[in-house]
């Protein structure tokens, strides 16, 4: 998962836009906290670029920012769903040919082997990463180079677009910049990932914005948001503002799990409320507790949530069982967000670090406790033994998602089905692998019904990782099994040698891979001020402005 982006264009491009860019990826933060990078467009159509490991705050101090230049930018936060967590796959990529175009990309593909395939035999572009964000830029690129103009319009760019959505396969939520020519954003057929668009007032004119989420635009006193629709295609320059829809129809399935734990509460997404539908989950979870409570001739004496993302609900559900709500865990604000952690054994030494159980809200009480999901169940198991440790009586852990016990293939990090602690076990089986006295799972129904209830147009959720049934088509037991392979956190910063075959990337495993099974470590390009742009150096590449400490 990534964020996507601040991607903003200003009526006034004698104003560089890179502070504002910078602020919004800030808010975007939690999408994100492995890389994260910022390209412009400036005079004549030059760009200008900074991106390198690290967060917000550390990769763009006020020297990073004065050497941006220009009213016209790409921002992007990344985490890696697999494979390298090299600087080189920082975006936004970049191509020279045809016209110059920065591209950044929030989501994953599942034909990726056959696009690199593609790419190398017949339209003989070179791909210097593992991430698929760089075969949709090359293959953007390459149905615009088809064209064969000196200069294109909006018509060929759609045409561009469209070619895309039919040879491109998963979630994809894309914003790209031609140099000296404008901003586009385009959602894939299914709309999975999040996109929208807003403008803001200006002197003489508009500015425009897209961002994965609302709460950017709110902030930076934009207007009017509104979702890029599934397959639809935006196009902005400073005259003119084009859309149509490019791709085929498809069921539009925004994932459900962007509502569970993604994205900010103060965000809307899809026209739906991300804090109204968390409160729906409490009220909805409430429901279901008392129904297991009553089964099980349990009594609770206080809710205590896991913090941040499950106390709107947490805090619905105890007013609606007229039970206290009490905060037991004290967070760390200062360490990261623990599932988007790369490496098991970082997340699992990092949930104490994160969190402090308050003895004086457990000791000698039946505690329950909620959270938003239980996915490795890594968190889950120290928490409840957190709980424990300080006197807590019983501890029944309530989820405001079903059991995961699938993989993700459209860019959340959900690797193998046998790290997730759900996959081929009962609700029983669960509460004793974490440690649990009971454990409560919200129902798909009652999942689906506190999103839904707030866009009834919306009628199908992508929910793959609780069913195992994917939107897309194309993902079977052969190909998860290959994925899984690819995304074991032992794989990560690894690549293996010979011929090419096929490519996985960022959701696929970020390997090449052929018949001979060779396996050596990545080595990271150098990075700093001549550093890499889609990890070449700089001969070929960007400049990359970043001068952090390496």
Known sequence: MDGLERCLLLHDSSIDCAAEICEGLSLLQHRGQDACGIVTCGHKGRFYQCKANGMVRDVFDK?????????????????????????????????????????????????????????DADAHRHINTNSDSELLLNIFANNLQKTGKFRINEEDIFTAIGGLMEQCKGAYACVAMLAGFGIIAFRDPNGIRPLGMAHRKVPNGLDYMFASESVVADASGFINWEDVKPGEAVIITRSNISRRQVGIAATFAPDIFEYVYFARPDSVLDGVSVYRSRMAMGDLLADEVKRVLGKNDLSIDVVIPVPDTSRVAALNLAQKLELPYREGFIKNRYVGRTFIMPGQQMRRQNVRRKLNAMALEFAGKNVLIVDDSIVRGTTSKEIVQMAKDVGAKKVIVASCAPPIRYSNVYGIDMPSRIELVAHNRDTDAIAEAIGADLVIFQTLPDLISAVRQFNMEITTFDCSVFTGEYVTGGVDETYLQYLEKLRADNAKNKVQIGGISTLEGKGGGAVQHNNYGDVREAKEAPIGCSGPMNGADDTVGLYNSWTGSR
Not at 76 to 84: I, Q
Request: proline share 5%; charged share 5%.
């Open 63 to 119: 020297s990073a920012l004065s050497r941006l230049v220009g009213g016209m930018g790409i921002g992007h936060v990344r985490y890696p769903t697999a494979g390298s967590s090299t600087h080189a796959e920082a975006q936004p990529f970049y191509v020279n040919s045809p016209y110059g175009i920065v591209f950044a990309h929030n989501g994953n593909l599942i034909n990726t082997a056959s696009l690199l395939q593609f790419l």
